[in-house]
């Protein structure tokens, strides 16, 4: 009987562990009430799958949600030399940081960035896309981590 108790009670060890991020999250912004304090940057936790030559939405949001427009939005690969894949500043595109391989293929939503919303679109999907991205905020010094995965 104790061994079985034993084994019941590592089980859930794994699972619990996003509880408790998740309450460390709502923890944070019950305490810090201040806007610019509390914010988190949320990307999803699973690897997107996208085929070849599709198109596909990098999701990354800024919660609770502040005006990200007029805000730097970095999308980066840290891989890459330049590692940049899609930088917004002071409302536009910053174009000349970009990776070459990028071009013309990438924005963000610009009617979704005031709700904190700083999803990347990319268009004409590559294998040579597959990878990690990173969606940073600089003035909230947040950031996620977006996987895509690349298939024929
Ligand atoms: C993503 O960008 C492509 C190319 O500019 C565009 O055709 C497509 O409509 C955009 N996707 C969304 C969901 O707006």
Not at 31 to 59: E, K, R
Request: aromatic share 8%; hydrophobic share 40%; charged share 20%.
């Amino acid at each position: 009987m104790p061994r079985l108790k034993e084994e019941l009670s590592f089980k859930p060890l794994l699972s619990s562990f996003n509880t408790v991020v998740f309450h460390t999250v709502v923890f944070l912004h019950l305490t810090q009430p201040c806007a610019g304090q509390s914010q988190v940057v949320v990307g999803p936790s699973q690897p997107i799958v996208v085929t070849a030559g599709d198109d596909i939405i990098l999701p990354c949001q800024i919660e609770p949600a502040v005006d990200a427009s007029v805000m730097t939005v970095e999308w980066t690969r840290p891989d890459l030399n330049p590692r940049f894949v899609h930088v917004w500043r002071d409302g536009v595109e910053l174009e000349n940081k970009k990776h070459p391989s990028y071009n013309g293929r990438t924005s963000v939503f610009v009617n979704k960035l005031r709700c904190g919303d700083i999803s990347l679109n990319l268009s004409k999907v590559r294998l040579s896309d597959s990878g990690k991205y990173r969606c940073f905020i600089p003035t909230l010094g947040r950031e996620s981590t977006v996987e895509l995965v690349v298939g024929e």
